[in-house]
Nanobody, 121 residues
Framework: QVQLVESGGGSVQTGGSLRLSCAAN????????MGWYRQAPGKQRELVAT???????EYADSVKGRFTISRDNIKNTIALQMNNVKPEDAAVYYC???????????????WGLGTQVTVSS
């Protein structure tokens, strides 16, 4: 069973930086769009950033200029560099892929378990 494993979450001070990573734990043949979403308590899950295989990116307006998403197509990993973090960035951050193929299976709309980001003042 493929898993998307997030890492790098934790506590960061307002204005600080944090780097999240996500990796698939099995041999992946191809992943289409990868991305990060987040969900704060009492709020709906929302898009943070996505990246295509050709490094086309999309960002939520709230993180533009502060967060950077990157991708390694060989290792099938993505990262989210979070700079100038604000209190409203506190949430559980989820890794997501829209389409992922192993040699045996096709996975659609696949999520990681999430990693907590806490922002302190």
């Amino acid at each position: 069973q493929v898993q998307l494993v997030e890492s790098g979450g934790g506590s960061v001070q307002t204005g600080g930086s944090l780097r999240l990573s996500c990796a698939a734990n099995e041999n992946i043949v191809r992943i289409n769009i990868m991305g990060w979403y987040r969900q704060a308590p009492g709020k709906q899950r929302e898009l943070v950033a996505t990246i295509t295989r050709r490094a086309g990116t999309e960002y939520a307006d709230s993180v533009k200029g502060r967060f950077t998403i990157s991708r390694d197509n060989i290792k099938n990993t993505i990262a989210l560099q979070m700079n100038n973090v604000k209190p409203e960035d506190a949430a559980v951050y989820y890794c997501h892929v829209d389409e992922m193929r192993t040699r045996e299976e096709l996975y659609l709309d696949y999520w990681g378990l999430g990693t907590q980001v806490t922002v302190s003042s």
